[in-house]
């Protein structure tokens, strides 16, 4: 009887680890069902929006700020300098990698290559001193005075952050598969899902500017900081492949923009910005 009763339990289990193996195999746990432990990388292309702007201008024996600035991006379209390496910093594009701490958060760290090109066409208020040593401008520009400085021609202020207006930046974000609302059933085939997150980081813009007839300066500098937030729609294809379409929003401040070659040469702005990205990308499992 024990015999009987041993063996029984025996095939009992057997067919039961049987079972489940089939199971298992039949309804195999999703790779897109959980996201923990992963990381992923995308690189893709925006365009942006700015707005207004009051740039401050300060060094030897001149101290001035303009008021109400336009500017605007520098769009290249769709084209071959996105994948190539030794043109990829000419478009505006945008890098990020991160990394899965738990199945809907995820840290990253990226580059949002931006362009702000101020429009040369347009007349701006201005206020504060320009002196002697810059007679085609030189004058007190009272704030309540109504002084305005048309820029057309370039030779006050052309004034750009191209190559480019950098934003490095840490974001934490949130994931979550909304696929069930769209009935797809295989989520390793094809998934949707949401994402939103904050982020902050400094601005290391290469700035191009002629001011008051100085010699044109063009170089990489630690110019402030910004903070920002985002909302996006995330497509993964067989499980491994996305694309990834956002909106982010978010607000720069640039306390310390070198304008010319003469270190005490200085410029600060503050702006609000609105990027468009679209990315391309793979999430995997380290």
């Not at 320009?130 to 009272?142: F, I, K």
């Not at 305005?148 to 949130?174: P, V």
């Not at 899902?193 to 813009?205: D, F, R, S």
Request: proline fraction near 3%.
């Amino acid at each position: 009887m024990k015999k009987i009763i041993l063996f029984s339990f025996i095939t009992s289990f057997a067919l039961t680890q049987a079972v489940s193996a089939q199971e298992k195999i039949a309804n195999p746990d999703k790779y897109t069902a959980h996201n923990k432990g992963k990381m992923y990388v995308f690189w893709g292309g925006n365009r942006e929006s700015f707005s207004k702007s009051d740039i401050h201008f300060k060094g030897p024996d001149y101290d001035f700020t303009l008021y109400d600035v336009m500017a605007n991006d520098k769009p290249k379209g769709w084209q071959l300098d996105y994948v190539n390496p030794s043109r990829m910093t000419i478009p505006q594009t945008n890098l990020r990698i991160g990394y899965f701490i738990n199945d809907h958060y995820n840290i990253s760290i990226g580059l949002d290559h931006m362009k702000y090109v101020m429009i040369q066409n347009q007349n701006v208020e201005i206020a504060g001193v320009v002196g002697a040593s810059y007679p085609d401008y030189a004058g007190v520009y009272l704030p309540s005075g109504n002084h305005t400085i048309d820029m057309t021609d370039g030779t006050f202020l052309k004034f750009e952050h191209t190559d480019g207006l950098n934003y490095i930046n840490t974001e934490f974000s949130r994931v979550d598969d909304v696929s069930k609302l769209f009935k797809i059933r295989n989520t390793d085939k094809f998934q949707v899902n949401i994402t939103e997150g904050v982020g902050a980081g400094i601005l290391y813009p290469k700035t191009n500017a002629t001011l008051l007839g100085k010699e044109r300066h063009d170089d990489f500098h630690v110019s402030g900081f910004g903070v920002s937030a985002k909302v996006g729609l995330n497509l993964t294809f067989f499980k491994y492949f996305f694309i990834e379409a956002e909106m982010k929003g978010g607000y720069i401040n640039m306390n310390d923009i070198r304008t010319t070659k003469d270190l005490s040469d200085r410029a600060s702005q503050h702006f609000l910005f609105l990027q468009r990205i679209i990315a391309f990308g793979g999430i995997f499992k380290i």
